[in-house]
């Protein structure tokens, strides 16, 4: 048994070695990384067209769903339409992040593992678009490797900000469209695979996010 044990765990070490190797050939197939700034310009493009997005969040050794839209919507109860970045979990709550620092909770309970303000920071275009512009403006420190990311090679690009704050966003090397985000922050780290579309009354309903918001 000890042997059979043995032998499964060598052919285990040799597979995952396989793989390494594979990815790494790929990775050093990728044409040599363009400057960061450039990167960044490429992927905030991309994150400008496509303000609606589904995400698989990670967050420790949680796995949910979410969406991240912008517009104006009704918050309910009274307190008529906000306009801001919204961020719906699944399960969890739904979160407009409104102008003025304003933060309003729609239905749903919080999440102790994910914070809904850190759910947004790394799915939402809007927020991951600001704060690579605001790093290309105020020459926060960027930069950029090959890697590998979401089954693919992949260009990673790396922000370290204050207090240890650190995004690292992977995007395809063709034209920099944002594949993976991974932020941490206040010791929490939060994974987001981003898939960019467009908003449709059918993905808002699956997210409990109302069908018509006003635009």
């Not at 003025?100 to 914070?115: K, S």
């Not at 370290?160 to 650190?166: F, G, I, K, Y």
Request: aromatic share 6%; charged share 15%; glycine share 8%.
């Amino acid at each position: 048994m000890r042997q059979a044990l043995l032998s499964v765990a060598m052919g285990l070490a040799g597979a995952t070695a396989v793989a390494g190797a594979g990815w790494a050939l790929e990775a050093a197939a990728l044409p040599p990384p363009e400057h960061a700034d450039q990167v960044a310009a490429a992927a905030i493009g991309w994150l400008a067209e496509h303000p609606f997005a589904v995400d698989v969040f990670h967050a420790g050794h949680h796995r949910l769903h979410g969406a991240c839209t912008q517009g104006s919507f009704r918050a309910g109860h009274g307190r008529g339409v906000v306009h801001g970045t919204l961020i719906s979990l699944r399960p969890g709550p739904v979160v407009v992040f409104a102008r003025h620092h304003q933060v309003v909770r729609i239905h749903g309970a919080p999440l102790r593992f994910l914070p809904p303000s850190l759910a947004a920071a790394v799915g939402c275009p809007r927020r991951l678009a600001s704060t690579l512009d605001r790093a290309t403006h105020f020459g926060d420190s960027l930069r950029v490797e090959r890697s590998y990311a979401a089954n693919q090679p992949a260009l990673k690009l790396e922000l370290r900000r204050v207090h240890d704050e650190r995004l690292t966003l992977y995007v395809s090397p063709q034209r920099a469209r944002p594949l993976v985000a991974i932020l941490a922050r206040d010791g929490k780290v939060a994974t987001a695979r981003i898939y960019l579309g467009n908003t449709t009354p059918q993905a808002l309903r699956h997210f409990h996010i109302s069908p018509w918001p006003n635009r």
